[in-house]
């Protein structure tokens, strides 16, 4: 089951400075959520939270939802990695057989059609693998490290990472062999998790509403119940650079506006120190 063509490969380093460009690509309403505990050797790599998205990939979605629930993906391995590209996994030839029949698959599992759609393959994707038959997806999965738009409309994109692209990235940087086989078994198992549940959750804050969102120009916030007073707002991309920290003297939130006109196209954590120290995380999306 390969998706590595010739064509792909040269393509690679044409797009890699388009590493940090994650974006949001789904609105906010709250989607199913799954948590991929990855370890390797017997030590924790760090858990991955996925979110998919059924509106646009049915099938697909329900395949995994159905997995998830027999525990297929216990025990199997990401046994692809590829630095500048992707990292992939769920072959249950990988859970006991040779690593030489690892991403073959099994024959007798189930096809999912293509749900091909407008949505990009960015950093964080959650998309289908196959083989060549576009409609010859089955439990495989892979999660892209940097942009990929040459794989748009070619495969079946049907969630995202939400949290955790930290270990995405330590799983494609492990050493590996001329195969882009991991040397050692990297082991994930996963689990369906209710978001609005998720311990500081970034993507489900009930508190405070951010708008526009996705934004051109500005951001306002809309808190939920009683007003805010805020001391310090920060605006910070995925890989925690600072865009904008702004110090305000028991301001009302409701009364701040912030300009994102300098801001490029992504996604976007802010950061709001209240009055009384308390500490809200949330998300904004500038397209």
């Given amino acids: 089951m390969k998706i590595i063509l010739l064509f792909i490969l040269i393509s690679l380093t044409t797009y890699q400075f388009l590493l940090s460009k994650d974006i949001n690509q789904i609105n906010d309403e709250p989607k199913p959520h799954y948590l991929i505990s990855v370890t390797q050797d017997g030590t924790i790599l760090g858990d991955i939270e996925i979110e998919t998205f059924p509106d646009i990939a049915p099938k697909h979605c329900h395949n995994l939802d159905s997995l998830v629930a027999i525990e297929f993906y216990d025990g199997t391995a990401f046994h692809r990695v590829i630095p500048n590209f992707m990292i992939q996994g769920g072959d249950p030839n990988s859970k006991d057989k040779p690593k030489n029949t690892w991403d073959y698959g099994d ?58 692209m930290e270990t995405v990235d330590k799983i494609v940087n492990t050493p590996r062999d001329g195969n882009d086989n991991p040397i050692n078994k990297v082991e994930m198992k996963i689990k369906k998790i209710d978001a609005t549940d998720v311990t500081d959750n970034l993507f ?29 707002i920060s605006i910070y991309d995925i890989n925690g650079n600072v865009y904008i920290a702004n110090n305000y003297n028991n301001t009302n939130l409701s009364d701040i506006t912030i300009p994102t006109n300098n801001l490029l196209v992504g996604v976007y954590y802010v950061k709001i120190l209240s009055s009384n120290n308390k500490e809200y995380v949330l998300r904004f999306i500038l397209n």
């Fill in 204 to 232: 489900n804050n009930r508190e405070i509403k951010i708008f526009p969102n996705p934004s051109n120009e500005l951001i306002k916030f809309t808190p939920n119940s009683e007003n805010i007073t805020v001391n310090k």
């Fill in 107 to 164: 024959p007798s599992q189930t096809t999912v059609p293509a749900e091909f759609s407008s949505l990009k393959h960015l950093r964080g994707t959650l998309s289908a693998a196959r083989a060549n038959d576009p409609n010859s997806a089955t439990s495989q999965f892979f999660i892209c490290v940097v942009p990929c738009p040459w794989l748009d409309n070619q495969y079946s994109i049907y969630g995202q990472v939400v949290n955790g």
